[in-house]
């Protein structure tokens, strides 16, 4: 049976890098927040910050809290029927309890974890989507306060420390991938 490996962390911890290396040792990929840009594109609505926060915000509105994860649970059907997957951009508690309610004992959560002045720091100087250390402080309030983002790093099946090196970072996911797969 086919692993989903769910990738959690607060803002700059490193969860694309993440699943980037996990993409690349062979596992489908999926990023809920593509929702946020389909839906963009159906209104013709510029990608920009603020109309992606506005339709993350309105989706929550209607949909409730878990909406990514029930948009998202006809492609993941798919891709874990055809091979190990990764996900990305999961965030809030209900989302987590879907996922799980609907693939049980498949699903895997990993949470990395860094210092919060190092996702600070990286968050200032990443190419796409830097933000102000100001602006970071502000975004990790609202997630922990608005979309339950704590939840699933808090319950997570695993954590990886991700204050070291790029190369310290990819062996301790292969570690940890290692590991899993021997336990089956």
Partial sequence: MNKIIVVVGMCGVGKSVACDYIEKMGYKRIYFGAI???KLQEE???VTPENER????RLRRDGGMGVFATLNLPKLE???AEA???VESLYSWDELKIVEEKFG????TIAIVADKELRYKRLESRVERPLKKEEAIRRDITEIENIA???PIAYADYYIDNNGTIDEFHQKISDLLEN???DE
């Fill in 36 to 38: 946020t840009f389909e």
């Fill in 78 to 80: 798919k891709l874990v």
């Fill in 149 to 151: 983002k704590a939840g």
């Fill in 105 to 108: 004992s498949q699903v895997i």
């Fill in 44 to 46: 013709g609505l510029e």
């Fill in 54 to 57: 506005m339709m993350r915000e």
């Fill in 180 to 182: 899993l797969c021997k």
């Fill in 84 to 86: 190990n997957v990764v």
